[in-house]
């Protein structure tokens, strides 16, 4: 099973490749597989060079969790790819965890190990890429460029130190240019799973350093201002009446459920969401340019209604050593330098 979803996962993100390096992240190319001889060869050749370093990053992330889960004698499965139709083609992978997890120690490892190690294969990825531009990447085929990849904070300071300036494609430019367009998506989501919420990587990393009681107080804060910001720019005093009427129940019922069991009474997270929402109406009032993400509301719905926000605490609460805690903040502090708040725009 894990071997058959990588090779389908392989096939979904070269297909992916494809259509990125075209300028679009919707549905996989299937006219790809009417093509015959050079011209099919460049294409699959361009994906691969997308989906080959991706999904390397990813096993690497993987299975930096899966080692450090069996060195710590925690039974734990192989990785399980999950491929997706449209996109990046590819959900990312998951490895299940199959039994308990006793100290915050070991929550602190496994969960650190995973982007540690993607984020150790993604910079000499990135560096490489910089490394060996081309001024013409793509192949003869100009394609319209519709979307511009966000560039992280980490992948401008390696393309200052690396990249030739005459040969370094502007933002709007660099989905042309897979291996790049790879390594930027890496950081994203290595960023992505250093999220400080729940039982994300970040969040045993930020439980293992602050322990439950004070993690599970700040997470509180954590999921309003994520939430705050993804859903900011939906709604305004602005708006007629048609977006309201549509779109407004929709969108109180959505903070209605993620916010239900946030607080310890029912009725005090829906004050809560209320009190979000007439801030972000208040916000985008008095800054009409001032837009989220709402993309991230789907996010929002995985940890406020299934995965939850908070860190169940450990029978062994012992505090992390000074290296373990060095190293944690080290973690944080690739988060900042890694995360945007979307891949595209």
């Known amino acids: 099973m894990h071997l058959g979803l990588f090779v389908v996962t392989l096939i979904t993100t070269t297909l992916a490749g494809i259509q ?18 050079a011209p099919l060869w460049a294409e699959l050749k361009r994906g691969l060079w997308f989906a080959l370093p991706f999904l390397g990053v990813l096993t690497v992330h993987e299975f930096g969790h ?3 889960a069996r ?10 790819y999950i491929p997706f139709p449209m996109g990046l083609g590819t959900f990312g992978a998951v490895i299940r965890i ?38 013409v990447v793509g192949g003869p085929v100009v394609y319209q460029q519709t979307l ?15 990249a030739d300036p005459a ?17 930027s998506l890496s950081l994203f989501f290595t960023a992505l799973n250093l999220l400080p919420l729940g039982q994300l990587d970040g969040g045993h990393i930020l439980y293992g350093l602050l322990g439950p009681r004070w993690f599970n107080k700040l997470a509180v804060f954590l999921f309003i201002g994520f939430v705050f910001y993804a859903g900011l720019g939906l709604f305004s005093l602005r708006d007629d009446w048609h977006t309201w009427l549509y779109g407004g129940p929709v969108y109180a019922g959505y903070l209605a459920l993620i916010f239900w069991r946030v607080l310890p009474a029912p009725r005090q997270g829906l004050l809560l969401a209320a009190g979000i929402w007439a801030a972000q109406l208040g916000w985008a009032t008095a800054f009409p340019g001032a837009v989220g993400n709402p993309g991230w509301l789907v996010f929002g719905l995985l940890l406020g209604r299934f995965t939850g926000i908070y860190h169940p ?7 992390l050593g000074l290296g373990r805690k060095v190293l944690g903040w080290v973690l944080v502090a690739i988060f900042v330098l890694c995360f945007t708040p ?3 725009q």
């Not at 990125?20 to 001889?37: E, H, I, K, N, W």
């Open 98 to 135: 199959r039994e308990r997890i006793f100290s915050r120690r070991e929550f602190f490892d496994i969960g650190l190990a995973g982007p540690l190690a993607g984020f150790l294969a993604a910079v000499p990825l990135l560096i490489y890429g910089f490394t060996h531009l081309s001024p």
């Open 167 to 183: 040969l370094l494609p502007p933002a709007n430019q660099l989905m042309h240019y897979p291996l790049l367009l790879a390594g």
């Open 342 to 344: 979307s891949p595209f």
């Open 148 to 162: 511009e990849v966000a560039q992280p904070l980490l992948f401008r300071l390696l393309a200052r130190l690396f």
């Open 66 to 68: 899966y080692f450090t």
């Open 313 to 319: 605490p450990a029978p062994d609460e012992r505090p």
């Open 71 to 80: 060195r710590n004698r925690v039974r734990t499965s192989l990785p399980y």
């Open 20 to 37: 990125l390096t075209r300028g679009d992240v919707g549905l996989l190319p299937m006219d790809v597989f009417a093509l015959r001889g």
